[in-house]
């Protein structure tokens, strides 16, 4: 399996503060790898240590198969990246911007500054000075500029912020495309997992600088699955009951009295009539789908908890 980036036992510590510990990262090329946590979980600290921005403590990162040292510099040709708020000549317009960092980055191709326009849909903007554009159509304009060198590895960090609806979406078009059509490695950070959980092949939850987990696409939809929800008096029984006389296995036992049946969706009315009869009291029954929130909720409370 080929790699974009992997990280051995990173660590960042700055004075007395660890805020990287130990972290290893695993994104396969061409993936789209979400890296999610809450404000202050060390997810820009990552971003800034993988784009040697900042200088690891301890442990080491490669990108494409190469490990990065303090003096790495050639892989910059092939990243892109928007790391906190996008700065940018302010009196200058967007496709001026964009000029001067194509010049910067010695890169050739002629019509790469109207493509990466278009792709973000800037074109109504291009003209118009930095300085008069919103904060929005600015990190849309940052991500023209990281997209300019058609880069095989594109970092954003927080993509989304500051975007509409109707922006985020076309944000999110854009990342999938780059990813099918060109074979991008994307890596992007967020706290919003709604947005991370519908574009990810890959995701990896971060919490106090460690990496909790990292899920791939098969795991992030099991873990958004549907389920018949009971709530029972006799969790004992009622598992007996599904087991051995209704032939339900595909079934999980939460808490004292919770039964989540990840089978015969369609059965819920059945399975309420079968288990009243033989002496089970069911409390409450509903369809419910499970959220990937949920469990990222649960993971760090645990983690929390010690």
């Known amino acids: 399996m080929e790699y974009a980036v992997r990280t051995f036992n990173l660590c960042k510590k700055i004075k007395d503060t660890v805020i990287i510990n130990n972290l290893n990262i695993n994104i396969r090329k ?13 997810k820009t600290t990552t971003l800034k240590l993988i784009l040697n921005l900042l ?4 442990g080491v990162i490669e990108l494409f198969n190469e490990p990065i040292t ?3 510099k050639e892989f910059l040709k092939k990243v892109g990246s928007v790391v906190e708020y996008p700065a940018f000549y302010e009196n200058l317009t967007a496709k001026e911007n964009l000029e001067i960092h194509k010049t910067f980055m010695g890169y050739e191709e002629k019509n790469c500054i109207d493509d990466a326009i278009e792709m973000v849909q800037l074109k109504d903007f291009e003209g118009k000075l930095v300085s008069e554009l919103s904060l929005g159509t600015k990190q849309k304009l940052g991500i ?6 058609k880069p095989d590895l594109l970092i954003l960090d927080e993509p989304v912020n500051s975007l509409d609806p109707l922006g985020i979406r076309d944000i999110r078009n854009l990342l999938d495309m780059l990813s099918k059509k060109y074979g991008t490695t994307i890596l992007i950070s967020s706290h919003i997992l709604s947005e991370i959980e519908q574009i990810a092949d890959t995701i990896g939850v971060i919490h106090k600088g460690i990496l909790l987990e990292e899920l791939d696409y098969e795991s992030i939809r099991e873990k958004s699955r549907h389920s018949i929800e009971l709530i029972v008096d006799n969790v004992n029984k009622a598992s007996f009951l599904l087991s051995e006389k209704m032939n339900i ?3 999980l ?8 049946i990840y089978e015969r969706l369609n059965d819920s009315g059945k399975i309420n009539v ?7 009291e069911v409390k409450s029954i509903n369809i419910k789908r499970d959220t990937l929130e949920e469990h990222f909720i649960s993971l760090i409370r645990r983690k929390s908890n010690g």
Do not use: D, M
């Open 253 to 260: 036992v939460s808490g004292l009295n919770k039964i989540k």
């Open 144 to 149: 023209a500029r990281a997209i300019l060198t």
């Open 30 to 42: 061409g993936e789209i790898y979400g890296l999610l946590g809450q404000n202050g979980s060390g």
């Open 55 to 58: 200088k690891p403590t301890s």
């Open 70 to 72: 303090n003096s790495s």
């Open 249 to 251: 296995n595909n079934f």
């Open 274 to 280: 079968f288990l009243c009869k033989n002496n089970v």
